[in-house]
């Protein structure tokens, strides 16, 4: 297996890189004949050689209703599971121990008006909702009249794909990321133990800002695990309760949410696009890269839809229609996340059910709904809602009244459905057009870059942005009515460029608000660190003449800046323990980049995740936060012991965390530091949930890896790890590098694969391309397509 990755790899490096494959023989190519119900005029669907479907149909309806199938062919496990998920319907399928993530679930569905709903998108949304529905259905029924095989992990779980009905696609909010309200919980945490100080090495705030604990607010009230729905709710699905005779044991209400925010917070994005002026080739270039979590099968798929008045390929979630981002003949964009903070945690005292709101007593709407439970008799659960949207949490009435906690989401407002906001941008020709789509842009709230034909480039920001008029937004507030949104700020007013006179512009969800951006429009104050984009604005900035290899290399570009400012401090400093000292001689000799091969690289790693966040919290941070802040965020650590006063411990603070470094990395790698190396700790092995049913041998063919990563979450590559065992757990779903007007040098790469079916070749082809920086034709125009192709199927519509 190890040897054919090498050969794919090597293969595909030439591919990507030289241009594109040669032309085939034709006899080569694979030719099937497929008779679909539900498909209204004969249509042909090409895959290539690395499992990307382009799809060409008579109507846009015909494109997206096989969109739909094909979802079905490459994804149905996956995205049945999505669907069960969001709707809170696993109890149906796996039984009883998943009756409470369902009724999770349940009260995070959108429940508002549908017809607002539709309208909040572009006006042939609905049509594409609705066929892809109709083809992921029609091959679902396939599936069942044994038509199509049914995929192993149904089997493993002797569960059954569901039909879907459109309106579940946007009715599902699950998955779109929006913050703060776990940032708001932690803080409160913190803020009833030790104060508001205490939280200063957790989480740097930008701009420079103090917090405020809001009038009437207790943040000791809260409990500490007041979030375990919201969590349900949003986290995947296990299967090890299936998979061993009890329920595992679970992790404290605090390490579940420390889990939750570093997930969150990790999962960040690069995107940049150069002006014409700034290419060999005169074309603007624009870059995505998306980073969430990766695994098996991928987070997201490319595809290419064609029809007489739709014609756009890219990426996206696939359980959803179209692509979130991409091109059309015009016009490409990309997102990455920008950190509006979308939700708040409601305080209220009760009596009963009846919530203090305005000096009165307000009733909550209380609903009863029922869950299937497989092999059992349904369950009754009752969902609550006060006036600002879910209760996921009640403390009980002790006599004096008790109190309950609410979330408000943009999740409840229409047009908040994750990532279709981007049909408005299928069919857009310019800046006006990308512009009218940023400015109805729901969720979630993003950092979107546009280029055209003509040589435009440009960035806004989008999403739906609350105004709060009397507090920040950083921690929960009563809910008597003293704390409400003012509706939400006009997009209009989010921060944009159009042709920037430095001719690129770069994000990686930084705090990029202009200078002079006005204060009194507060978006949030919980951002990334700087450490990717001050490394992607470097090398743009120094690269006059861009091209595709060039924003290849940045995507997967493995330098740490942030590691300058770390190393810094150690310039002076020196050790008796010659261990010791000789980690700090390879750290200040090292050049920064996080290389497989390098010594450093792996001191550092070792050295910031596992040990100087918590030697710098054990001495500063009073006692009884300590557990709360645990590690800190390193870019606040690093700005504390940069200061003066760290002056007096910070000498020992440094050489302390690296002795305890020296003594773990030889405890893990052995005696001989030269033999030490940053990929000998970090690794990328994806094993899909359902794994844990199947027997050694099915696991295997289920699972990639391991291979070696370079990087860090603080490289462009961002390749964010596990620190118990530095196993890779988000980065790149997906990299794509468009030429903008002569598509068909653009290039992509998923991970592991396109397929979610652990026997096809389309499964991990792309991982070890992936992991060490190779890519792929991202072909558009049918020329290239036809040259690529692996499989062409001719569809009909069925008798």
Known sequence: MRALAKVLAGAAIAVGLAGGAAAQDSTAVKREAWAVSGLNAPAQ??????????????????????????????????????????????????????????RAARLFLY???????????????????????????????????????????????????????????????SHALVSNVSAEVMRAQVVCAAGVGADKL???????????????????????????????????????VLAKSGRQAEASPQVKLAQALDAYQNEGSNNWVIAPSRTATGRPILANDPHRAVGAPSLRYIAHLNAPDLDIIGAGEPALPGVSFGHNRQMAWGLTIFYIDQEDLYVYDTQGDRYRYKGGLEPMKVVHETIDVKGEAPRDVTLKFTRHGPVIDETPDS??????????????????????????????KSWADFKGGQEAWGTPPLNLVFADTSGDIGWSAAGLTPVRPNWDGLLPVPGDGRYEWAGMMPEGQLPALHNPPRGF??????????????????????????????????????????????????????????????????????????????????????DNDETTGSVAAAIYQVWTTNHLG??????????????????????????????????????????GSLGATVTELRNRLGPDMAS???????????????????????????????????????????????????????????????????????????????????????????????????????DFSRAAVDRDAELVVTLTPAK
């Open 202 to 240: 957790r989480r740097k705030l930008e701009p420079a800002h103090e917090t405020k604990i809001p009038a009437g607010l207790d943040p000791c009230v809260v409990p500490a695990d007041v979030l375990k729905d919201y969590l349900l709710a949003t986290e995947q699905v296990s299967f090890e």
């Open 399 to 428: 006599g004096k009244g008790g109190h309950a906690f609410a979330m408000r989401t943009v999740w409840n407002l229409p047009g908040a459905s994750g990532y279709f906001g981007s049909s408005r941008l299928w069919r857009a």
């Open 45 to 102: 669907m090409v895959v290539d050689h690395w499992g990307v479907p382009h799809i060409f149909a008579a109507s846009a309806r015909d494109a997206f209703f096989l969109q739909g199938y094909n979802a079905g062919r490459d994804r149905l496990w996956q995205i049945d599971l999505w669907r069960k998920r969001g709707l809170g319907r696993l109890s149906a399928s796996f039984g009883p121990s998943y009756v409470a993530q369902d």
């Open 676 to 778: 030490w190396s940053w990929g000998r700790l970090h690794h990328a092995r994806f094993e899909p949930a359902a794994a844990v049913l199947a027997d050694r041998q099915l696991a295997e063919q289920m699972a990639t890896g391991p291979l070696q990563i370079p990087g860090s979450a603080q490289s462009p590559r961002a390749a964010t790890y596990r620190p118990g065992d530095y196993g890779q757990t988000a980065g790149a779903s997906v990299r794509l590098v468009m030429d903008v007007g002569a598509w068909d040098n653009s290039r992509a790469v998923n991970t592991p694969g396109q397929s979610g079916d652990p026997f096809s070749p389309h499964y991990r082809d792309l991982f070890p391309l992936w992991a060490t920086g190779a890519y792929v034709p991202l």
């Open 505 to 590: 512009v770069a994000t990686a969800n930084q705090m990029n608000l202009p200078p002079d951006y006005p204060a009194n429009r507060t978006i949030s104050y919980e951002w990334a660190d700087r450490s990717r984009i001050t490394r992607i604005e470097e090398v743009l900035a120094a690269t006059p003449k861009a091209t595709l290899a060039d924003s290849m290399a940045l995507q997967t570009d493995s330098h740490d800046a942030l590691s300058r400012r770390t190393i810094a401090l150690l310039a002076h400093l020196s050790s008796p323990d010659h261990a010791v000292a000789k980690a700090l001689e390879a750290l200040k000799a090292w």
């Open 614 to 655: 918590h030697t710098v919290v054990a001495a500063v941070t009073p006692e009884k936060a300590r557990v709360l802040v645990g590690s800190g965020s390193l870019d606040a650590v690093v700005t504390y012991l940069e200061t003066s006063e760290a002056a007096p411990t910070r000498e020992a603070l440094l050489l």
């Open 111 to 173: 429940r508002g008006d549908m017809a607002a709903e539709w309208a909040a998108y572009d006006p042939s949304g609905r049509e594409a909702v609705e066929a892809f529905a109709a083809g992921v259905n029609t091959y679902v029924a396939e599936v069942k009249a044994g038509k199509r095989p049914l995929p192993v992990e149904f089997k493993l779980t002797a569960s059954q794909p569901e039909a879907w009905a459109a309106e579940d696609i946007l009715r599902i909010r």
